[in-house]
């Protein structure tokens, strides 16, 4: 599988963080933050992972020469009755 843009390696690794992590594969590392501001509270997770074996298969053809490690962010905004979400 090549990986030919930046816009696909966010599909992947939102992807690989979105489902449970595979028996045996080395757990992410998790932090959580909750703000409340004018009405508004904002929860970020984020998750991150240096485990060789996601590197290799996020990338396979050594495109980005260095890579050490991954992260993804999501932020969940409630506003009133309105609640959005951002990877």
Same mark, same amino acid.
Not at 22 to 38: L, N, S, Y
Not at 44 to 56: E, I, Q
Not at 57 to 75: I, K, T
């Given at each position: 599988?090549?990986i *030919?843009? &930046?816009c696909r390696?966010?599909?992947?690794v939102a #992807?690989?963080?979105?489902?449970?992590p595979?028996p045996?594969?080395a =757990?992410?590392?998790?932090?959580?933050?909750?703000?409340? *501001?004018? &009405?508004?509270?904002?929860?970020?997770?984020?998750? #991150?992972?240096?485990?060789?074996?996601?590197l290799?298969?996020?990338d =396979?053809?050594r495109?980005?020469?260095g890579?050490r490690?991954v992260?993804a962010?999501?932020?969940?905004r409630r506003l009133?009755e309105?609640v959005?979400?951002e990877?």
């Amino acid at each position: 599988m090549a990986i *030919d843009t &930046g816009c696909r390696l966010h599909e992947l690794v939102a #992807a690989h963080f979105a489902q449970p992590p595979a028996p045996g594969a080395a =757990p992410a590392e998790q932090v959580r933050t909750v703000e409340k *501001d004018h &009405g508004r509270i904002e929860v970020r997770r984020c998750w #991150a992972s240096d485990d060789p074996a996601l590197l290799a298969w996020l990338d =396979p053809e050594r495109p980005w020469p260095g890579l050490r490690s991954v992260a993804a962010v999501e932020a969940e905004r409630r506003l009133g009755e309105t609640v959005t979400h951002e990877t």
